[in-house]
């Protein structure tokens, strides 16, 4: 059941002749629960996902008023965090659909419906980890390597693409697209998600977990992302929360711009010298000021990769 903080914040507009339902945390300030722009942008896209999420269960207002008590000194409390969606890649991904498939055979042997085990979230497999360089410096090196790549993962394969089958919510990009984190960028993320809902089509931040460390490159886009180990991104494929501390968050203030001669590799090294030295495990770093509008997406990407 929905609680009073999450129906005063549902509001709706139009767009291109539709009606689209959100949810408005300046309901929450309005209520003195927080200072919405005050909030670091990262708390405020959590925030959201709490606030629409809420069911009064897994995720209750508790949860909500914590999250709006983000600077406080009495601040205290852990975050559910349900990602919009998830991605893996062949490696890591594989043994995550080996047990969705495992659990539609249980699902099977009792008789039950098998329609039931699908991810409520949906999931991208990108094919990228299992190329090998065995041609080179020839003009059919490509072409001779995805045919040896083919030959040696054939059973691999063919079982992911059962599982786009088989599964709904659930999609493989085939090999030799690009790498994961090329392909999210590119193609996967869509920054606000539009989804029906009860009849209704909800507008909300594109979120995600991934099965690589690198999963963070994403966060170049303005998109709430991280690496998760394999037990993670099940139970978000399965619309179960993860939950982790309120986290501290690292403003950085970039200035000006990169000089001539200097690449977005050199500002990552340095950044990252910096905050070695603050110490930031388990926190989040956020990037803000005029110097962040003079870096175009592909270094946004690489430092925060």
């Known amino acids: 059941m929905a609680s009073n903080l ?25 209520q003195g629960y927080t200072q919405i722009s005050r909030l670091p942008y ?50 890591t991904g594989v043994p995550a659909v080996v047990d969705l498939a495992s659990l539609r055979k249980a699902m099977d042997d009792v008789g039950g419906d098998l329609t039931k085990i699908n991810p409520e979230v949906p999931v991208d497999l990108v094919i990228d980890h299992s190329v090998q360089v065995d041609s080179y410096a020839n003009p059919e090196s490509l072409e001779r390597n995805m045919k040896l790549e083919f030959e040696r993962n054939y059973e691999r394969y063919q079982f992911l693409n059962w599982a786009t089958k088989a599964f709904d919510n659930y ?16 193609y996967l993320a869509n920054v606000v998600h539009v989804r029906e809902e009860n009849g209704e089509q909800v507008a909300f931040p594109d979120t995600l977990v991934g099965t690589d460390s690198h999963t963070t490159m994403i966060n170049g886009l303005g998109v709430l992302g991280w690496g998760v180990g394999g037990i993670e991104a099940e139970a978000g494929m399965l619309g179960q929360p993860s939950y982790f501390p309120i986290p501290e968050v690292i403003g950085v203030r970039l200035t000006n711009e990169l000089p001539q001669g200097a690449n977005a590799t050199d500002l990552a090294l340095r950044v990252t010298e910096l905050l070695r ?10 990037f803000f000021g005029p110097g962040v509008d003079k870096l175009p997406l592909a270094d946004r990407a690489t430092i925060a990769n």
């Open 6 to 30: 999450k129906a005063q914040a549902k509001k709706s507009f139009q767009l291109n002749g539709k009606s689209l339902t959100y949810y408005d945390l300046n309901t929450l300030e309005e």
């Open 42 to 91: 990262s708390i405020r896209v959590l925030l959201e996902s709490v606030l629409r999420q809420e069911d009064g269960f897994v995720i209750t207002d508790e949860h909500i008023k914590a999250l709006s008590s983000f600077g406080k000194e009495n601040e205290k409390g852990e975050v559910p965090f349900k990602p919009s969606r998830v991605i893996l890649q062949d490696f």
């Open 171 to 186: 999609n493989a990009v085939p090999p030799a697209t690009g790498i994961v984190h090329q392909v999210n960028l590119e």
């Open 277 to 286: 030295k603050k110490g930031v495990v388990g926190k989040f770093v956020e």
